[in-house]
């Protein structure tokens, strides 16, 4: 596929666009086990962090954790400013967005991430001018595969409707998304497909941006 084959872009953000150091992660999930009374191991913390195994919600009642005694503890448990300061650029993503900006091809995020966190990780990256439009998931607009936080995304950019587009995300859930709300999608495989234990199959699967045609 080239660059130009689409009229808009969407993007996820996290293990899409940026991701965070380890250590974060592992301290967030050691603070959140002792809080749940529950240790997660390496994998555990991985998979739920970057949404392995598809919907968060679906494996944490595979692992007898109820959602809603989980989600709380883990969101009281971040620091927006030490996420931020935690969380790095993948080095193939400027250059993909500056391409897109070059063409004038609006650009939205759309993304589980919250919004207390992403304003942090957005500014402290330096690199919320990068987006149109900033969508973060909630109960009331639904969650990736729901079609509803992409469509949301899209009348914000004023091209739904309009046009054709893409929604790049490194997550089955954002497959999902893309294909329910009429778009295409790009899987960017950030994680050995040994590890994540499935293959996700989007429309276009690379793993990194600099696949993508000019």
């Known amino acids: 596929m080239a660059v130009d084959s689409y009229d808009f872009w969407l993007f996820d953000l996290d293990g ?5 150091e380890w250590s974060y992660t592992r301290d967030v999930f050691d603070r959140v086990g002792d809080r749940l009374g529950r240790h997660f191991s390496d994998r555990e913390a991985e998979v739920l962090w970057h949404g392995l195994g598809g919907a968060r919600d ?16 883990f969101h009281a448990e971040e620091d927006p400013q030490l996420r931020a300061e935690a969380t790095y650029l993948h080095d193939d993503a400027p250059e993909l967005i500056r391409s897109l900006h070059a063409r004038d091809r609006p650009v939205g995020l759309v993304t589980h991430c919250q919004a207390f966190l992403t304003g942090p990780v957005l ?39 309009e046009g054709t587009g893409v929604l790049a995300g490194d997550g089955a859930n954002d497959v999902g998304a893309a294909w329910n709300a009429g778009l295409d999608s790009i ?28």
Do not use: S
């Open 123 to 161: 500014e402290h990256l330096d690199i919320r001018d990068w987006f149109d439009t900033v969508v973060c998931c909630t109960e009331e607009l639904g969650w990736k595969p729901d079609p509803a936080p992409v469509r949301h995304a899209m009348r914000e950019l004023g091209v739904d409707g």
């Open 58 to 73: 679906d494996q944490l009642r595979e692992w007898n954790i109820p959602p809603t005694e989980f989600w709380p503890v």
């Open 187 to 214: 899987h960017v495989e950030r994680h050995d497909p040994a590890f994540r234990g499935q293959c996700v199959l989007g429309d276009y699967r690379i793993t990194t941006f600099r696949d993508l045609g000019k």
């Open 16 to 20: 899409t666009l940026v991701d965070a």
